[in-house]
């Protein structure tokens, strides 16, 4: 059974920074694929932020390119997101996920069979 478990979030004035970590149990090399990072700001739908692929690649949201970093500790089975120049627009619950089946859009919402609680971020101008 795949567990992810987020830690890292919290509360910064715009221009500051924060990294935000997932570790996940049960997903074994076997059956991985992507890992992401999703967020889901006041009154708006959840979307995708980056996506960590099986081969060390990286995807990102237009919105962070520049600004945020996507990591992977395979030893350590912990994803990371590193997020730098914060702006009050980034304000929102940050959620892990993982999936097994690889496709060509790896920041789909509908894409992760399975996600972390969620950690809040929070962003003041």
């Not at 009050?88 to 509908?110: F, K, N, Q």
Request: hydrophobic share 30%; aromatic share 8%; with cysteine.
């Amino acid at each position: 059974q795949v567990r992810l478990v987020e830690s890292g979030g919290g509360s910064v004035q715009a221009g500051g920074s924060l990294q935000l970590s997932c570790l996940a149990s049960g997903y074994t090399t076997n059956n991985r694929c992507t890992m992401a990072w999703f967020r889901r700001a006041p009154g708006k739908e959840r979307e995708g932020v980056a996506g960590f692929h099986r081969d060390g690649s990286a995807t990102y949201a237009d919105s962070v390119k520049g600004r945020f970093t996507i990591s992977g500790d395979n030893a350590n089975n912990t994803l990371y997101l590193q997020m730098n120049v914060l702006e009050p627009e980034d304000t929102g619950i940050y959620y892990c996920a993982a999936r097994h089946a690889c496709s060509e859009d790896s920041l789909s919402v509908g894409s992760y069979a399975h996600w972390g609680q969620g950690t809040q971020v929070t962003v003041s101008a």
